[in-house]
């Protein structure tokens, strides 16, 4: 990468937010932190937020030389300045909900840890030690947000709070650290000392969170509200920070809606051809019981995720997509219980000696699962989704800054491009089963009740005429429930976990479909601008090599 004084910035930016937030430096595989965990503590929060307004001054004064440089500058002032109008807000310091917040950043970011050797597990023990103490600034800046009236709804303290409970060992089983800790056992070299380290740490983790849990149910319950929704300012900030758009919310509303109307029509007519005049919920459970669409345990799963995974790499590369040999590596493992049911993505090491990994979070006790259902996910968060489209970056190091490849994430961007892959994959041929399309066109129907419930909790709107459900009422958590349980064939479990996060996590939801709407958009005027000359492959290189980037920043780069 030429270097440039945006270009500077933008790394020292990196390098210096991973000393402040060595959470983030092990997700994002900036070396020298793992033994830390992140000041969460107001100070900590305050200090962060000192540093981005700084490099917001700098970058600002600086001068680009290029188009490139240009992009680069534009991309970081959008993202960063939203990231210092969040902490103005008061949304750092208050934040907790279930599936995003430093309670489950504390817990998960041992997922990524080594393993391998004995100066790995003395890393973790050093880094598990601190957690009482990590912990402890959560609990202060909790403390300080309340005082101020700043206090996330009760659904979300309770709901965090089981989460507490079972990484404890409280809710049944074993504590997830003393999980964790007893795979050291089966690594050469790990000393007597060390074992008994790591059992102090696991055991002082294990008797934090659950010293949280009661925290949270004796201390911030009694003051936080009930109300779930969070009104229209709060939603349009949380809004442009995941989607990275100034949104028309109503108009985003109404086509959620049109969209949502449109593919339940056309899943009738798949789940016809499977079983005629069946309903979907009659047509899911047939193929639920279909042994060819079945496998049975978590590894089973697993394995299955990995092999699905592997064919579409092997066999997307160069006919389809430019493939780096590096990215042809990822990962599929069962994610630890106690977070949310689903499956997430978490991206490689700037030098891939961690790979792209695919994580699916399922309950603890379940040992059946339906396949037809989750392809397109496989899709969605492998290739051509989420690991194509994050190790591209990644890989991009001759001509992106490394806020560009490791620290720039928009939601919109990044699941709209995941929820488009899976759409082009059908194009592709690889959803030609009529149970496998079933499953993908649920899950683009899932994603546009998205739209229309998260957007319609939040600012309490009217549920139109013509749709045939409540007609004229205005939006609940328990209209979202009862929408997303009876006009959707997704797994209820799911469903429950999913009623929570939209209301813990405004405006995130609807980036999915929003930003599958844009990227759609974006090849459309691409095919018509260029003619016969449209090469797909070159559309889809050109775009991801351009690194993540807000939807109103990436519409201006994909027109011109």
């Not at 409970?165 to 089966?186: L, V, Y």
Request: hydrophobic content about 40%.
């Amino acid at each position: 990468m030429p270097a440039s004084v945006i270009n500077q910035i933008s790394d020292d930016f990196v390098g210096d937010y991973a000393a402040l937030d060595p959470n983030a430096a092990t997700y994002l595989g900036v070396p020298g932190h793992d033994q830390d965990l992140t000041d969460y503590s107001p100070d900590g929060h305050a200090a962060r937020a000192e540093l981005a307004a700084r490099a917001l001054r700098e970058i600002g004064a600086a001068e680009p030389a290029s188009d490139a440089e240009r992009l680069a500058k534009a991309v970081f002032q959008e993202r960063v300045g939203l990231d210092v109008e969040r902490h103005e807000a008061g949304l750092t310091t208050s934040s907790l909900n279930v599936i995003d917040s430093p309670l489950q950043a504390l817990r998960q970011i041992f997922d990524l840890m080594p393993t391998g050797t004995a100066d790995d597990w003395a890393v973790i023990a050093s880094r598990l030690a601190k957690t009482p103490g990590a912990l402890a600034g959560v609990r202060a800046s909790l403390l300080h947000s309340a005082d101020k009236g700043e206090i996330s709804a009760i659904r979300q303290v309770s709901g965090v709070a089981e989460q507490c409970e079972t990484w404890a060992g409280r809710r049944g089983g074993t504590s997830f650290f003393a999980n964790m800790i007893a795979a050291a056992d089966k690594v050469d070299g790990v000393s007597d000392g060390l074992r008994s380290d790591l059992r102090a740490a696991a055991e002082a983790a294990s008797a934090a969170y659950g010293d949280f849990a009661e925290f949270l149910r004796a201390d911030l319950a009694p003051r936080a509200p009930k109300r779930d929704a969070v009104g229209e300012d709060r939603y349009r900030l949380e809004s442009r920070y995941y989607t990275g758009a100034k949104l028309d919310l109503r108009e985003a509303y109404e086509w959620g809606w049109a969209e949502f109307s449109r593919i339940e029509a056309e899943m009738k007519q798949v789940a016809n051809r499977i079983r005629p005049g069946a309903t979907l919920a009659e047509t899911a459970a047939a193929l639920d019981a279909d042994p060819r669409y079945r496998v049975h345990g978590q590894d089973a799963l697993a394995a299955w995720m990995q092999k699905l995974s592997d064919t579409a790499l092997t066999e997307l590369r160069d006919t389809h997509f430019d493939i780096p040999e590096p990215l042809m590596r990822l990962e599929c493992k069962i994610a630890p219980p106690g977070g949310g049911v689903g499956a997430y993505y978490t991206g490689p090491t700037d030098d891939f000696s961690r790979p792209g990994r695919m994580w699916w979070s399922v309950p603890a006790d379940r040992a059946e699962f339906s396949t037809w259902r989750e392809v397109t996910t496989v899709y969605h968060e492998g290739v051509p989704g989420h690991h194509l489209q994050i190790a591209t970056a990644v890989h991009q190091a001759a001509e992106l800054n490394r806020f560009q490849r490791l620290m720039c994430w928009v939601s919109g961007y990044g699941e709209g491009w995941a929820l488009y892959s899976e759409r082009l994959m059908r194009e592709l041929g690889y959803l030609d089963d009529d149970g496998d399309l079933l499953g993908m066109l649920d899950a683009h129907l899932f994603r546009a009740a998205r739209v229309v419930v998260d957007i319609g909790m939040h600012l309490e709107l009217e549920i139109p005429k013509g749709t045939g459900f409540h007609e004229g009422e205005r939006w609940s958590p328990d209209l979202g429930l009862e929408f997303m349980l009876t006009r959707t064939i997704s797994d209820p479990t799911h469903v429950h976990d999913e009623i929570d996060r939209y209301l813990g996590w405004p405006g995130q939801a609807p980036s999915y479909k929003l930003g599958e709407r844009l990227w759609l958009a974006a090849r459309e005027e691409a095919k018509s601008a260029h003619g016969a000359a449209f090469d797909q492959k070159s559309f889809h290189t050109k775009a991801l090599r351009a690194g993540a980037m807000g939807l109103d920043l990436l519409r201006e780069q994909m027109i011109g």
